[in-house]
């Protein structure tokens, strides 16, 4: 694990000096925002190595899209064989591992319909509900002068993507992460860092609070 999460975070340029596995990495020399590189960080330090690994990654992956791996392929434009290849390897490619904290996030929110496996009633519910009530039902920082026409709107549409990227971020996190923490409460803050990254983009052009 500790040398894949090197490998992505010098390919996904994470900035800042953080701790991967206990160990301080050092900073990319590029000055950003701190919450514009939120998931290359949060991918850099859950970023799988080895067949196992590999394997269950790329099957949360595809859950979190629809629950097919056809679904992940067609969506990273590649075909099921190369994501067979991947697992054998224990290994994702240099050139794909940026497709993961740039896109893929993004496409789990913008797949708006339920999925077929989805379930609503418990399986990634909680860590959404800990979100709403910790932002004031207000996670996608919209203004507060366009709360009351879009907040029920944005979390109705996109409710379904935010119970899988949950439970994604749930099946990725390591247990020293959380243990003596709730564990939904938990997850839910890595989706409040994942939405100050992707909201402007789910908004489109909408304004933003940050």
Request: aromatic share 10%.
């Amino acid at each position: 694990m500790m040398k894949a999460a090197r490998t992505a975070c010098k390919t996904f340029g994470c900035a800042g000096l953080f701790t991967v596995m206990g160990h301080p990495q050092k900073a990319s020399a590029r000055p950003v925002a701190i919450n514009a590189n939120y998931l290359s960080i949060w991918f850099a330090q859950h970023w799988p190595e080895g067949e196992a690994e590999v394997t269950a990654f790329l099957s949360s992956a595809a859950k979190a899209l629809g629950g097919r791996e056809a679904d992940l392929a067609r969506y990273m434009g590649v075909s099921r064989p190369t994501l067979s290849s991947w697992k054998t390897r224990g290994a994702i490619p240099e050139s794909h591992t940026t497709w993961f904290f740039d896109e893929f996030p993004y496409a789990v929110l913008s797949n708006t319909a339920p999925a077929p496996g989805d379930d609503l009633r418990h399986a990634g519910l909680i860590p959404v509900l800990h979100l709403l009530k910790a932002t004031s039902f207000n996670p996608f920082g919209l203004p507060q002068e366009q709360l009351e026409d879009a907040a029920v709107e944005l979390i109705q549409r996109h409710l379904p993507g935010l119970a899988r990227l949950a439970l994604f971020v749930q099946h990725q996190l390591r247990f020293e992460e959380w243990v003596g923490q709730d564990l939904e409460r938990f997850t839910a803050e890595v989706l409040h860092g994942f939405l100050k990254v992707l909201s402007p983009r789910l908004l489109r052009g909408r304004a933003v609070s940050q």
